[in-house]
């Protein structure tokens, strides 16, 4: 009898967490603050329009590029636009520890340390993945930078043995356990306050969210999984925005993530301290994106630009131009057309203003070969 009411109390438990949309499982590990008061500022109704001509919008292509197993370096690079040229820098590990699916990598952050940190969601699971951290300093001491497909082997064993490269390579990175990423694009770094965060934005469809209360997930750098996370309502007098999907940190601190509800880009920006989450709809509307998804967002501390990425297509403006009611003009954007056709996921910069391009089909990470 007392085994039952057990079990009954945990399913009426398990039943609750589904209807509030709570994670499963860590919600017991996971500290969550309640924002009582709304997250979203009011704004005047007036936006101006921005007319980014030099901005062009790239459809999503009906099949991606595939990396070829047999290269030793790809290239990513533009062939209209502002010229950049990405250079394959790791290829990243196939398969995961113990013979994981990782599956898609989602989402990339490099932290001021020297740390490079991944998400990846599984394909066969939904809204759930993890985080795995590697030592770039230690990867480019054991030669993986001047031969980028050691790391893809790190986790294949030969003849029923890892060699001794293997196991220093393993060594070199850190994996973390399973929670509740949502769909996984948003990691992103403080550049002031050096801590990670992602948004939790569960989907039950794609693009679909569960719910209109927005979630902000602290990362743990040492366990790699969500220590606190705050819960809030995008919403003020009639709008209401069910959370975001990219995230990136200026140098100040400053958060921001864009969105396209239809009509042209909308990029918010605010402040997530410990407890608290406050975002303004900046006043100025993008009458282009670059492409049909919203991939990443991205910041290069170099030269304070904010970066949008979509599939093939990356645009950027000054972050200073989002001040008060906006003065971006034309002027104010550079826009690069990429090929060949691959699944961009990511976008993080390093102190030096040299892009990271974290790339699916299959995984890699692409470094600019100048400041981008």
């Known amino acids: 009898m007392e085994v039952l009411k057990r079990v009954m109390i945990g399913l009426v438990s398990l039943l609750a967490c589904l209807a509030l949309g709570q994670p499963v499982g860590a919600a017991a590990s996971v500290k969550v603050y309640h924002q009582r008061s709304s997250a979203l500022t009011y704004h005047r109704s007036w936006m101006r ?19 070829k197993t047999k290269s030793k370096v790809n290239t990513v690079k533009s062939i209209a636009g502002t010229k950049v040229t990405f250079k394959t820098r790791l290829f990243l590990p196939l398969p995961g520890k113990n013979g994981q699916r990782w599956g898609n990598p989602q989402s990339i952050a490099v932290s001021k340390s020297g ?77 002031k306050s050096h801590a990670l965060y992602m948004w939790r934005d569960n989907e039950k469809a794609a693009r679909v969210p569960t719910t209109k209360t927005g979630y902000i997930q602290h990362i743990s750098t040492s366990s790699l999984k969500p220590d606190r996370a705050i819960s809030f309502h995008l919403s003020t007098r009639g709008m209401s925005v069910p959370g975001g999907h990219t995230l990136a940190f200026d140098k100040h601190g400053n958060a921001y993530f864009w969105s396209n509800p239809g009509f042209g880009g909308y990029v918010y920006k605010g402040k997530i301290s410990a407890h608290h989450v ?56 550079k826009w690069s057309g990429l090929s060949p056709k691959r699944e961009m996921e990511g976008l993080t910069f390093d102190a030096s203003g040299h892009g990271y391009l974290l790339c699916n089909h299959n995984p890699e990470v692409l470094m600019s070969t100048h400041a981008y």
């Open 49 to 67: 329009k921005v007319h980014d001509t030099k901005v062009r919008y790239v459809k999503v292509p009906k099949s991606y590029a595939h990396m």
């Open 115 to 191: 740390y490079m940190y991944v998400v990846y969601c599984p394909t066969n699971v939904k809204n759930r993945g993890r985080i795995v951290r590697f030592n770039m300093k230690r990867l480019e001491q054991l030669g993986v930078y001047r031969n980028p497909k050691l790391l893809k082997s790190t986790y294949v064993k030969h003849a029923g043995k890892y060699s001794a490269t293997q196991k220093n390579l393993q060594k070199a990175i850190k994996v973390g356990g399973m929670f509740d990423t949502g769909h996984g694009q948003s990691l992103a770094y403080n550049l």
């Open 278 to 333: 406050k975002f303004r709809l900046t006043s100025q509307i993008l009458s282009k994106i670059p492409g049909t998804r919203i991939q990443s967002m991205g910041y290069n501390a170099k030269n304070g630009r904010l970066y949008l990425v979509s599939d093939d297509s990356i645009a950027s403006f000054p972050a200073k131009r989002l001040k008060g009611r906006g003065s971006l003009t034309n002027g104010s954007f």
